[in-house]
């Protein structure tokens, strides 16, 4: 099975890589939200602008490892075959030089990019493992990012933002006892 990852989310949108073997009606159910009285909440990064997460520490220990990376496998389930459509439509209509339906292909993956944010976010508070922790945490940082995007092009820059966290994930995933199979 190919490997799902954020950063190929645009750069495999010419080669389609659902899931292999799975629909969307067989993909694990998406984690539930955070508890309302506990949010993950960010403060500023001294000299920069993106937020530097802030966790909550009776979260942390909520959550092993092994379960950590279930959470995360399960958000890259989630890049399955309606967000692919999205993403060729988008950069077809960008080629096409239509704004247009660039916007409206951008708009419709906004909220998957927000539920990626808030499930890595989530369970970043929850874990106490601290690589894992960072990892999960510059993966929250990346799907924001990609919310603030005006053209399929600035995806580009993601692989180099979210590769040094999946092989972070992907290593301590393994050492947890976990199989990855979203993320391979």
Do not use: W
Not at 117 to 131: E, I
Not at 132 to 142: G, M, S, T, W, Y
């Amino acid at each position: 099975m190919r490997g799902v990852l954020i950063p190929s989310l645009v750069l495999t949108a010419l080669l389609p890589t659902a899931s292999c073997g799975s629909s969307p009606d067989s993909a694990p159910p998406p984690p539930p939200p955070a508890p309302p009285s506990a949010p993950v909440t960010s403060s500023p990064v001294p000299g920069g602008s993106a937020p530097a997460p802030v966790h909550n520490p009776a979260l942390a220990g909520l959550f092993t490892s092994a379960q950590a990376c279930e959470v995360a496998d399960g958000a890259y389930s989630t890049l399955d075959t309606e967000p692919q459509r999205h993403i060729r439509d988008g950069v077809a209509a960008e080629r096409r030089g239509d704004k247009a339906a660039v916007a409206r292909s951008l708009e419709a993956l906004r909220p998957l990019f927000y539920g990626l944010a808030a499930t890595f976010s989530d369970a970043a508070a929850k874990v106490t493992d601290p690589a894992l922790q960072a990892a999960l945490d510059e993966l929250a940082a990346a799907a924001e990012k990609e919310t603030t995007f005006t053209t399929f092009a600035e995806f580009d820059q993601m692989q180099g933002l979210t590769a040094p966290a999946e092989a972070v994930l992907k290593l301590q995933c393994s050492r947890a006892g976990y199989t990855l199979k979203n993320l391979t």
